[in-house]
């Protein structure tokens, strides 16, 4: 449960998190942390050192934004660039939609943006599942949500003559329905055809059907990041609005490790102008793997709840798996309607109960709209004194994730958002957040 209170650059240190006479984003709202023009990564600037006792006390004492790795845009964002994505395990049939449908209320409770699910064996056509699937997409519109619908190029049936006009036709038939944008899954490139084409899917025509069929529909993907270069292959070449990879999930749990995944991560897209897309599961080859979970369950748990509130805090796409929000486990094994079922059961249980983990993340969700971090800037703190931990800004929010065996402790008159597990009293006046710990701080 968590508990609730009240490419790599030169460093860029301007005074405590912003500086004195930087001129606020005009975009951004009274109070905001927004870097200054002079804050790029490349330029320095001389500033005092933090202070708070000598090293290894495990204090933070005046903070220093020291490298800025990401400006989020000015204007409003679309839809689709900053969304909380709820994704369904398993593959969707007829029960599981109605099941769906019929459960969808808990997760607008719950402030995610987007339902996708995957749906190779579902023809939206088909007499017999055209009703329950317009029910679907009709109550997840109702309930202020939209809708993607996963379709693999490898999820033609066998004897498929043309897969990739079978793809294209199946896809018109979803967006026909209504739905707002097309998942390719993942990215299985054609290994005589180069990284940037696709067994099964003609993307050309993919691209134009989406172009013909709505203005605000988009075309999403995965691919993992254990293959650096058919990673930025795809997202140089595939131009999906969102492609989503598993950096978090296949890296070590340590400090530097994860900074520099997600310093690249941004530094690999912002030259394209996508967002980055987060996730804490594997995809591809390495499904539903997670190196930092190689460890007992408590600590796994807090490991999962941690780098879930810091995906959270981070610009860009977070997709949450069905379960992670009710602390439920789901396979993709899993038939649908069992799995959807089980985890509105418990949300139900759950809704109201202080510290559960449904009211957690529904409070962490609220927080990351209320504040903007998913459209916001993105700074890294630097660290002196070899604490694991990472330490970012983003607007007016403090982040510090532990990732160590020692405490961190941060001076308490910082108003506390929100933390990722249950977090003890103040201590000579700072809050004490301990090892595998998330924990949002106000700047404002």
Partial sequence: MWATMGRVSPAVEPSPVR???APADADAPEGADVPTDADVPGRTTDSAPPAGGPGGTGRLGDLTVTTLVHRGARGPAAWWEAAVVYQVPGRLDVA???????????????????????????DPADPAAAPVVGDLVRRTHQRGLRMVVGLAGHDAPAGTT?????????????????????????????????????????????????????????LTGAASATDAGSLLAHLQEDWLHVTRDDRLAVTDWSAEPLRSTITDSYAVRDVIG????????????????????????????????????????????????????????????????????????????????????????RLALRLRHELRLG??????????????????????????????EDAVRVPADREL?????????????????PRDTTVWFSLA
């Avoid at 941690?306 to 038939?335: I, M, S």
């Fill in 417 to 433: 958002l929100h933390a990722s597990s249950p977090l003890g009293p103040p201590v000579d006046g700072d809050v004490v957040v």
């Fill in 96 to 122: 599981g939609a109605r099941t769906l449908s019929a459960e969808i209320s808990h997760l607008a409770r719950l402030g995610a943006d987007v339902l996708q699910v995957r749906v190779p064996e579902l």
């Fill in 162 to 218: 043309d897969p990739a006009a079978w793809h294209l036709a199946r896809c018109a038939a979803w967006l026909d329905r209504g739905v707002d944008g097309i998942d390719m899954v993942v990215a299985q490139a054609s290994s005589h055809d180069g990284p940037h084409r696709h067994e099964g899917i003609d993307l050309g025509a993919l691209h134009a059907l989406l172009a013909e069929r709505s203005d605000d529909a988009v």
């Fill in 274 to 361: 996508v967002p980055a897309g987060w996730t804490t599961t594997g995809v591809g080859p390495a499904r539903g793997r997670r190196v930092w979970a190689r460890t007992d369950e408590d600590t796994r748990e807090r490991r999962l709840r941690a780098l879930t509130l810091l995906t959270l805090a981070l610009p860009g796409v977070a997709y949450l798996r069905q379960g992670d929000a009710t602390g439920v486990t789901v396979r993709d094994e899993h038939p649908v309607e069992f799995s959807t079922a089980t985890v509105a059961r418990v949300a139900q249980e759950q809704r109201g109960e202080l510290g559960s983990a449904f009211e957690n993340f």
């Fill in 19 to 21: 500086t004195p006479d």
């Fill in 375 to 404: 459209t916001g800037h993105l700074a890294w703190v630097d660290e002196k004194d070899g604490r694991e931990a990472l330490i970012l800004v983003n607007r007016s929010v403090l982040v510090v994730t532990n990732l160590g």
